[in-house]
Protein backbone atom coordinates (compact mmCIF):
# COMPACT_ATOMS: atom_id res chain seq x y z
CA UNK A 1 0.00 0.00 0.00
CA UNK A 2 1.09 3.52 -0.67
CA UNK A 3 1.78 5.47 2.38
CA UNK A 4 1.39 9.06 3.14
CA UNK A 5 3.28 10.66 6.54
CA UNK A 6 1.27 13.11 7.77
CA UNK A 7 2.08 12.43 11.45
CA UNK A 8 4.58 15.33 11.90
CA UNK A 9 1.88 17.57 9.28
CA UNK A 10 -1.42 17.37 9.84
CA UNK A 11 -3.21 19.94 9.98
CA UNK A 12 -4.51 19.81 13.29
CA UNK A 13 -0.96 17.90 14.92
CA UNK A 14 -3.95 15.77 17.01
CA UNK A 15 -4.83 12.08 16.65
CA UNK A 16 -8.06 11.29 18.26
CA UNK A 17 -8.84 7.90 19.56
CA UNK A 18 -9.39 4.72 17.16
CA UNK A 19 -11.63 3.34 14.11
CA UNK A 20 -14.80 2.97 15.81
CA UNK A 21 -14.43 4.55 18.93
CA UNK A 22 -17.42 7.38 18.63
CA UNK A 23 -20.65 6.38 20.52
CA UNK A 24 -22.15 5.23 16.94
CA UNK A 25 -24.62 2.22 16.35
CA UNK A 26 -22.16 0.89 13.73
CA UNK A 27 -24.30 -1.95 12.72
CA UNK A 28 -27.31 0.47 11.45
CA UNK A 29 -25.78 3.22 9.84
CA UNK A 30 -27.07 3.05 6.56
CA UNK A 31 -26.50 6.28 3.89
CA UNK A 32 -27.32 9.04 5.98
CA UNK A 33 -25.76 12.58 6.84
CA UNK A 34 -24.56 12.68 10.75
CA UNK A 35 -22.45 15.15 11.94
CA UNK A 36 -18.79 14.25 13.19
CA UNK A 37 -15.69 16.18 14.64
CA UNK A 38 -14.82 18.19 12.32
CA UNK A 39 -14.59 18.96 8.27
CA UNK A 40 -11.51 20.56 6.54
CA UNK A 41 -11.81 23.75 5.19
CA UNK A 42 -9.08 25.50 2.89
CA UNK A 43 -10.19 28.87 0.84
CA UNK A 44 -8.34 29.93 -2.39
CA UNK A 45 -8.44 33.91 -2.61
CA UNK A 46 -6.02 36.39 -4.38
CA UNK A 47 -4.86 33.74 -6.97
CA UNK A 48 -3.96 30.77 -4.17
CA UNK A 49 -4.86 28.59 -1.89
CA UNK A 50 -4.54 29.25 1.43
CA UNK A 51 -3.93 26.70 4.39
CA UNK A 52 -6.07 24.39 5.02
CA UNK A 53 -7.83 24.44 8.46
CA UNK A 54 -9.88 21.75 10.61
CA UNK A 55 -13.64 23.48 11.82
CA UNK A 56 -15.48 21.62 14.08
CA UNK A 57 -19.34 23.34 13.37
CA UNK A 58 -20.87 22.00 10.23
CA UNK A 59 -22.34 25.25 8.93
CA UNK A 60 -20.80 27.69 7.19
CA UNK A 61 -21.21 31.74 6.46
CA UNK A 62 -21.56 31.89 2.38
CA UNK A 63 -21.59 35.23 0.56
CA UNK A 64 -25.12 36.01 -0.52
CA UNK A 65 -23.57 36.28 -4.05
CA UNK A 66 -21.71 33.56 -4.47
CA UNK A 67 -21.82 31.68 -7.41
CA UNK A 68 -22.16 28.25 -6.46
CA UNK A 69 -25.55 29.56 -5.24
CA UNK A 70 -26.56 31.28 -8.53
CA UNK A 71 -25.18 29.83 -11.42
CA UNK A 72 -24.02 26.82 -10.06
CA UNK A 73 -20.02 27.35 -9.79
CA UNK A 74 -19.75 23.68 -7.71
CA UNK A 75 -18.42 20.19 -7.97
CA UNK A 76 -18.32 17.09 -5.48
CA UNK A 77 -16.60 14.15 -5.45
CA UNK A 78 -17.15 10.88 -3.17
CA UNK A 79 -15.04 8.31 -1.56
CA UNK A 80 -14.31 5.84 1.29
CA UNK A 81 -11.60 5.29 4.44
CA UNK A 82 -12.14 1.54 5.71
CA UNK A 83 -10.85 0.11 9.24
CA UNK A 84 -8.69 -3.14 8.33
CA UNK A 85 -8.71 -5.79 10.95
CA UNK A 86 -5.44 -4.58 12.31
CA UNK A 87 -7.16 -1.18 13.35
CA UNK A 88 -4.99 1.09 10.73
CA UNK A 89 -7.06 2.87 8.21
CA UNK A 90 -6.43 3.14 4.25
CA UNK A 91 -8.87 5.44 1.75
CA UNK A 92 -9.39 3.83 -1.46
CA UNK A 93 -7.96 5.33 -4.47
CA UNK A 94 -7.55 9.30 -3.27
CA UNK A 95 -5.58 10.26 -6.33
CA UNK A 96 -8.98 8.82 -8.87
CA UNK A 97 -10.85 11.66 -7.26
CA UNK A 98 -8.18 14.09 -6.82
CA UNK A 99 -7.58 13.88 -10.88
CA UNK A 100 -11.60 13.62 -11.35
CA UNK A 101 -12.34 16.80 -9.29
CA UNK A 102 -9.88 19.06 -11.31
CA UNK A 103 -11.35 17.72 -14.26
CA UNK A 104 -14.90 18.98 -13.14
CA UNK A 105 -13.12 22.04 -11.55
CA UNK A 106 -11.82 23.30 -15.04
CA UNK A 107 -14.97 22.45 -16.66
CA UNK A 108 -16.98 25.05 -14.30
CA UNK A 109 -13.88 27.12 -14.39
CA UNK A 110 -12.48 26.69 -10.68
CA UNK A 111 -9.07 26.22 -9.91
CA UNK A 112 -7.45 22.75 -9.30
CA UNK A 113 -6.21 21.51 -6.35
CA UNK A 114 -2.83 19.95 -6.82
CA UNK A 115 -3.02 16.17 -6.37
CA UNK A 116 -1.06 15.58 -3.39
CA UNK A 117 -2.63 18.37 -1.59
CA UNK A 118 -5.80 17.09 -2.22
CA UNK A 119 -4.51 13.37 -0.94
CA UNK A 120 -3.34 14.86 2.09
CA UNK A 121 -6.12 16.68 3.19
CA UNK A 122 -8.15 13.80 2.73
CA UNK A 123 -5.91 11.78 4.88
CA UNK A 124 -5.86 15.06 7.64
CA UNK A 125 -9.53 14.98 7.88
CA UNK A 126 -10.09 11.30 8.16
CA UNK A 127 -7.10 11.43 11.15
CA UNK A 128 -9.13 14.05 12.78
CA UNK A 129 -12.14 12.02 12.86
CA UNK A 130 -10.70 8.47 13.11
CA UNK A 131 -13.29 7.83 15.88
CA UNK A 132 -16.28 8.03 13.33
CA UNK A 133 -14.62 5.44 11.13
CA UNK A 134 -16.72 2.20 11.35
CA UNK A 135 -14.63 -0.38 12.60
CA UNK A 136 -13.62 -3.40 10.52
CA UNK A 137 -16.49 -6.34 10.20
CA UNK A 138 -19.11 -3.52 10.52
CA UNK A 139 -19.69 -3.37 6.48
CA UNK A 140 -19.02 0.29 6.76
CA UNK A 141 -16.81 2.96 5.99
CA UNK A 142 -15.68 6.59 6.58
CA UNK A 143 -17.50 8.17 3.58
CA UNK A 144 -15.77 11.70 2.06
CA UNK A 145 -17.25 13.98 0.41
CA UNK A 146 -15.38 16.74 -0.77
CA UNK A 147 -17.22 19.67 -2.05
CA UNK A 148 -15.59 22.73 -4.18
CA UNK A 149 -17.73 26.12 -5.01
CA UNK A 150 -17.04 29.34 -6.03
CA UNK A 151 -17.81 31.13 -2.22
CA UNK A 152 -17.02 34.57 -3.68
CA UNK A 153 -19.85 37.06 -5.28
CA UNK A 154 -20.49 37.78 -8.68
CA UNK A 155 -24.34 39.17 -10.31
CA UNK A 156 -22.72 39.09 -14.00
CA UNK A 157 -22.04 35.29 -15.34
CA UNK A 158 -18.57 35.10 -14.59
CA UNK A 159 -16.25 33.12 -12.93
CA UNK A 160 -16.09 33.92 -8.77
CA UNK A 161 -12.49 35.25 -7.40
CA UNK A 162 -13.17 33.22 -4.78
CA UNK A 163 -13.43 29.30 -4.00
CA UNK A 164 -14.26 27.07 -1.05
CA UNK A 165 -13.21 23.63 -0.95
CA UNK A 166 -14.49 21.14 2.17
CA UNK A 167 -13.94 17.87 3.16
CA UNK A 168 -16.88 16.58 5.03
CA UNK A 169 -17.13 13.10 6.74
CA UNK A 170 -19.93 10.87 7.62
CA UNK A 171 -19.60 7.34 9.22
CA UNK A 172 -21.95 4.94 6.46
CA UNK A 173 -22.83 1.33 6.30
CA UNK A 174 -24.17 -0.17 3.60
CA UNK A 175 -26.29 1.24 0.95
CA UNK A 176 -28.53 -1.64 1.21
CA UNK A 177 -28.78 -2.96 4.30
CA UNK A 178 -26.48 -6.62 3.81
CA UNK A 179 -24.46 -6.05 1.54
CA UNK A 180 -25.46 -7.02 -1.63
CA UNK A 181 -28.92 -6.12 -1.82
CA UNK A 182 -31.51 -8.81 -4.05
CA UNK A 183 -31.84 -7.21 -7.76
CA UNK A 184 -34.10 -3.80 -7.70
CA UNK A 185 -36.36 -2.73 -10.97
CA UNK A 186 -35.28 0.23 -12.81
CA UNK A 187 -36.96 2.84 -15.23
CA UNK A 188 -35.54 3.78 -18.57
CA UNK A 189 -36.24 7.57 -18.36
CA UNK A 190 -37.56 8.78 -21.53
CA UNK A 191 -39.57 12.11 -20.67
CA UNK A 192 -36.35 13.50 -19.05
CA UNK A 193 -32.38 13.51 -20.05
CA UNK A 194 -29.69 14.04 -17.61
CA UNK A 195 -26.84 15.27 -19.25
CA UNK A 196 -26.42 16.87 -23.44
CA UNK A 197 -23.69 15.77 -25.20
CA UNK A 198 -21.33 18.24 -25.32
CA UNK A 199 -22.67 19.68 -21.86
CA UNK A 200 -21.28 19.12 -18.49
CA UNK A 201 -22.62 15.22 -18.22
CA UNK A 202 -18.72 14.14 -16.91
CA UNK A 203 -18.20 16.53 -14.68
CA UNK A 204 -19.13 15.87 -11.23
CA UNK A 205 -21.16 19.14 -11.03
CA UNK A 206 -23.81 19.55 -8.90
CA UNK A 207 -26.66 20.80 -11.23
CA UNK A 208 -26.30 17.35 -13.01
CA UNK A 209 -27.86 15.82 -9.56
CA UNK A 210 -31.01 18.06 -9.76
CA UNK A 211 -31.88 17.16 -13.19
CA UNK A 212 -32.25 13.76 -11.91
CA UNK A 213 -34.33 14.71 -8.68
CA UNK A 214 -38.28 14.68 -10.75
CA UNK A 215 -37.12 11.40 -12.70
CA UNK A 216 -36.47 9.49 -9.42
CA UNK A 217 -38.96 10.75 -7.19
CA UNK A 218 -41.68 9.84 -10.40
CA UNK A 219 -39.84 6.33 -10.61
CA UNK A 220 -40.17 5.70 -7.33
CA UNK A 221 -44.12 6.22 -6.65
CA UNK A 222 -43.87 3.88 -9.82
CA UNK A 223 -42.08 1.64 -7.86
CA UNK A 224 -38.69 1.80 -9.59
CA UNK A 225 -36.16 2.56 -7.37
CA UNK A 226 -33.34 3.49 -9.87
CA UNK A 227 -33.55 5.17 -13.37
CA UNK A 228 -31.86 4.69 -16.09
CA UNK A 229 -30.94 7.71 -18.75
CA UNK A 230 -30.53 7.15 -22.22
CA UNK A 231 -28.19 9.60 -24.64
CA UNK A 232 -29.86 12.98 -24.98
CA UNK A 233 -29.38 13.25 -28.86
CA UNK A 234 -31.20 10.30 -30.14
CA UNK A 235 -32.03 7.84 -26.79
CA UNK A 236 -31.26 4.79 -28.73
CA UNK A 237 -28.03 4.39 -26.28
CA UNK A 238 -27.29 3.67 -22.66
CA UNK A 239 -26.03 6.55 -20.45
CA UNK A 240 -26.10 6.06 -17.43
CA UNK A 241 -28.12 5.67 -14.04
CA UNK A 242 -29.03 8.63 -11.66
CA UNK A 243 -25.87 8.28 -9.55
CA UNK A 244 -24.21 5.54 -10.95
CA UNK A 245 -22.99 3.52 -13.72
CA UNK A 246 -23.60 0.70 -16.45
CA UNK A 247 -22.48 -2.54 -16.72
CA UNK A 248 -23.54 -5.14 -18.85
CA UNK A 249 -22.64 -8.97 -17.94
CA UNK A 250 -22.77 -11.22 -20.34
CA UNK A 251 -21.28 -14.42 -19.07
CA UNK A 252 -21.42 -16.52 -21.81
CA UNK A 253 -18.73 -14.73 -23.55
CA UNK A 254 -17.51 -13.56 -20.10
CA UNK A 255 -17.56 -9.93 -21.24
CA UNK A 256 -18.01 -6.61 -19.19
CA UNK A 257 -19.29 -3.97 -21.50
CA UNK A 258 -20.37 -0.39 -19.94
CA UNK A 259 -20.84 2.69 -22.08
CA UNK A 260 -18.28 4.74 -23.86
CA UNK A 261 -19.82 8.50 -23.67
CA UNK A 262 -18.62 11.84 -23.61
CA UNK A 263 -21.77 12.92 -20.82
CA UNK A 264 -21.10 9.58 -18.72
CA UNK A 265 -19.35 10.82 -15.38
CA UNK A 266 -15.99 8.30 -15.51
CA UNK A 267 -16.77 6.53 -11.86
CA UNK A 268 -13.77 4.88 -9.99
CA UNK A 269 -15.51 2.11 -8.89
CA UNK A 270 -16.35 1.24 -12.61
CA UNK A 271 -12.44 1.62 -13.20
CA UNK A 272 -12.03 -0.17 -10.30
CA UNK A 273 -14.66 -3.07 -11.14
CA UNK A 274 -12.94 -3.44 -14.92
CA UNK A 275 -9.79 -4.22 -13.82
CA UNK A 276 -11.26 -6.74 -11.77
CA UNK A 277 -13.01 -8.37 -14.50
CA UNK A 278 -9.53 -8.20 -16.38
CA UNK A 279 -7.64 -10.19 -13.30
CA UNK A 280 -10.49 -12.62 -13.70
CA UNK A 281 -9.97 -13.00 -17.14
CA UNK A 282 -12.94 -11.42 -18.41
CA UNK A 283 -13.33 -9.22 -21.77
CA UNK A 284 -13.97 -4.97 -21.17
CA UNK A 285 -15.62 -3.29 -23.64
CA UNK A 286 -16.22 0.32 -23.51
CA UNK A 287 -18.24 1.06 -26.56
CA UNK A 288 -22.00 2.35 -27.68
CA UNK A 289 -24.74 0.38 -26.26
CA UNK A 290 -28.11 0.21 -28.11
CA UNK A 291 -30.97 -0.14 -25.85
CA UNK A 292 -32.18 -3.42 -27.66
CA UNK A 293 -29.21 -4.84 -27.13
CA UNK A 294 -29.82 -4.76 -23.04
CA UNK A 295 -31.59 -8.37 -23.82
CA UNK A 296 -27.98 -9.64 -24.65
CA UNK A 297 -27.14 -9.31 -20.87
CA UNK A 298 -27.22 -11.76 -17.90
CA UNK A 299 -26.28 -9.32 -15.21
CA UNK A 300 -26.95 -5.78 -15.08
CA UNK A 301 -25.31 -3.59 -12.34
CA UNK A 302 -25.51 -0.21 -11.30
CA UNK A 303 -21.87 1.07 -9.79
CA UNK A 304 -20.69 3.69 -7.70
CA UNK A 305 -18.74 4.94 -4.65
CA UNK A 306 -21.68 5.15 -2.19
CA UNK A 307 -23.50 1.99 -3.77
CA UNK A 308 -20.69 -0.33 -4.68
CA UNK A 309 -22.87 -2.53 -6.33
CA UNK A 310 -26.22 -2.57 -7.18
CA UNK A 311 -27.50 -5.48 -9.05
CA UNK A 312 -30.64 -4.76 -11.54
CA UNK A 313 -33.26 -7.21 -11.77
CA UNK A 314 -35.10 -5.82 -15.05
CA UNK A 315 -35.25 -2.84 -16.74
CA UNK A 316 -38.53 -0.95 -18.00
CA UNK A 317 -39.04 1.20 -21.01
CA UNK A 318 -42.72 2.38 -20.96
CA UNK A 319 -44.29 3.75 -24.31
CA UNK A 320 -41.09 4.81 -26.01
CA UNK A 321 -41.18 7.14 -28.32
CA UNK A 322 -43.16 9.50 -27.06
CA UNK A 323 -46.06 7.43 -25.88
CA UNK A 324 -46.66 5.94 -28.76
CA UNK A 325 -44.63 2.28 -28.25
CA UNK A 326 -45.67 -0.40 -26.54
CA UNK A 327 -43.65 -0.69 -23.45
CA UNK A 328 -41.14 -3.56 -22.67
CA UNK A 329 -38.83 -5.27 -19.70
CA UNK A 330 -35.78 -6.32 -20.10
CA UNK A 331 -35.13 -9.27 -17.70
CA UNK A 332 -31.43 -9.98 -15.43
CA UNK A 333 -30.70 -12.36 -13.39
CA UNK A 334 -33.44 -12.62 -10.75
CA UNK A 335 -31.38 -13.06 -7.64
CA UNK A 336 -27.94 -11.91 -7.25
CA UNK A 337 -25.92 -12.48 -10.47
CA UNK A 338 -22.36 -14.78 -10.02
CA UNK A 339 -20.34 -12.18 -11.82
CA UNK A 340 -21.63 -9.46 -9.92
CA UNK A 341 -20.98 -11.34 -6.78
CA UNK A 342 -17.63 -11.84 -7.97
CA UNK A 343 -16.76 -8.12 -8.88
CA UNK A 344 -18.59 -7.03 -5.58
CA UNK A 345 -16.83 -9.81 -3.26
CA UNK A 346 -13.52 -8.84 -4.79
CA UNK A 347 -13.22 -5.23 -4.47
CA UNK A 348 -14.92 -5.23 -0.97
CA UNK A 349 -12.09 -7.71 0.22
CA UNK A 350 -9.41 -5.31 -1.11
CA UNK A 351 -10.44 -2.39 0.29
CA UNK A 352 -11.30 -4.11 3.86
CA UNK A 353 -7.83 -5.48 3.37
CA UNK A 354 -8.55 -9.26 3.33
CA UNK A 355 -6.62 -10.11 0.42
CA UNK A 356 -3.04 -8.58 -1.44
CA UNK A 357 -4.25 -4.96 -2.98
CA UNK A 358 -1.94 -5.64 -6.12
CA UNK A 359 -3.14 -2.74 -7.72
CA UNK A 360 -2.29 -0.27 -4.87
CA UNK A 361 -5.50 1.22 -4.43
CA UNK A 362 -5.05 1.62 -0.72
CA UNK A 363 -3.27 4.74 0.85
CA UNK A 364 -2.36 4.03 4.58
CA UNK A 365 -4.04 7.19 6.66
C1 LIG B 1 -21.22 8.50 -4.86
O1 LIG B 1 -21.45 7.34 -5.17
O2 LIG B 1 -20.29 8.83 -4.12
C2 LIG B 1 -22.02 9.57 -5.42
O3 LIG B 1 -21.49 10.57 -5.74
C3 LIG B 1 -23.45 9.42 -5.52
C4 LIG B 1 -24.13 10.29 -4.50
C5 LIG B 1 -25.27 11.01 -5.12
C6 LIG B 1 -24.56 9.49 -3.32
Not at 10 to 35: I, Q
Not at 181 to 204: M, Q, T
Amino acid sequence: PTSLDSTSADVTGVVMGAPGTADLPWSELGFEYRNTKSHLRMVYRDGKWEDAEMVESPYLSVHIGATALHYGQACFEGLKAFAHADGSVYLFRPDENANRINRSASRVMMPEIPVETFVKACNDVVKDNIAYVPPYGSGGALYLRPLLFGSGPRIGLQPSEEYTFLIMVIPVGDYYKGGLAKPVSGLIVDEYDRAAPKGVGSAKVAGNYAADLIPNVEAKKMGYPICLYLDAATHTKVEEFSTSNFIGIDNTNRRYVTPRSPSVLPSVTNKSLQTIARDIGMTVEARDIMVEELDTFDEVIACGTAVVVTPIGSLTRLNAEGGGGASSTYRFTEDVGETTRVLYDRVRSIQNGEVEDVHNWNFKV
